[in-house]
């Protein structure tokens, strides 16, 4: 187990609703990154965020927001939810130094269903 | 822009013989380039990664990779295969030029192991 633990488990929101997803980082990261796994695909970078500030972001709308807090942990928030937000949401953490070759440590994943 | 191709949906291999998992990459400067696995219902787990040097790189039970820069190449594989080694396979690469935070994953190959 890598030490990154995500909240909750599974979830079922209605379209349109917003729902706040939360990670735990693994003790001594200081960056955390969220990623999207729709069905039968690889996963795809949402964003990241580093020193409480978001640190690069993938091809995701605005609705789709973060936040990083001073012990490292993160929530993931999405706004007016569509069907296609249904899917595997994973928080990966790591210990950034600037040179990119740091391994990201994933956590279990919240599964997310929008009806 | 980075990119990542896992050209086989699926791989199917007898337990104890020999297996590989393709990879080929696109990026516009040098690569880091990853394997995760991942379990059903589980996040992903990591196995290895290349930063530099060998071209042959070591991971956790018992897997290895293979670097090749001409084939821009990162095939993943293990001397003989457990039917516990069934799962879905990701490779993943950030380019160390462009200062991209982002993980960009293929689209995963399933592993079956037949006993």
């Known amino acids: 187990e890598t030490g990154v633990t995500q909240s909750p488990t599974h979830l079922i929101k209605t379209r349109g609703q917003q729902v706040t997803l939360r990670c735990s980082s693994q003790?001594?990261?200081?960056?955390v990154s969220w990623y999207q796994q729709a069905l039968g695909q690889g996963p795809q970078f949402i964003f990241q965020y580093y020193r409480e500030e978001e640190n690069g972001r993938g091809n995701f709308p605005p609705r789709f927001s973060g936040l990083q807090f001073p012990n490292y942990s993160s929530e993931l928030n999405v706004n007016a939810l569509e069907l296609d937000d249904s899917a595997l949401y994973l928080c990966?953490?790591?210990?950034?130094?600037?040179?990119?070759?740091?391994?990201?440590?994933f956590g279990p994943g919240t599964r997310l269903l929008v009806l | 822009a980075q990119s990542v191709a896992q050209p086989e949906d699926q791989v199917n291999v007898a337990e104890g013989n020999p297996l590989t998992v393709k990879c080929t990459y696109s990026?516009?400067?040098?690569?880091?380039l990853f394997w995760y696995v991942q379990y059903p219902n589980r996040g992903l787990q990591f196995l290895l990664k290349y930063i530099t040097g060998d071209n042959l790189v070591k991971g956790s039970y018992g897997f290895e990779a293979e670097f090749n820069k001409s084939q821009t190449s990162f095939h993943l594989k293990k001397p003989s295969a457990l039917v516990s080694d069934s799962a879905l396979y990701f490779c993943a690469v950030r380019d160390r030029n462009t200062g991209r935070r982002a993980l960009t994953f293929g689209s995963g190959t399933r592993l079956q192991v037949q006993p």
């Open positions: 990026v516009s400067g040098n690569p880091y």
């Open positions: 990966a953490s790591s210990l950034e130094s600037g040179g990119l070759q740091e391994t990201q440590y």
């Open positions: 003790s001594g990261h200081n960056t």
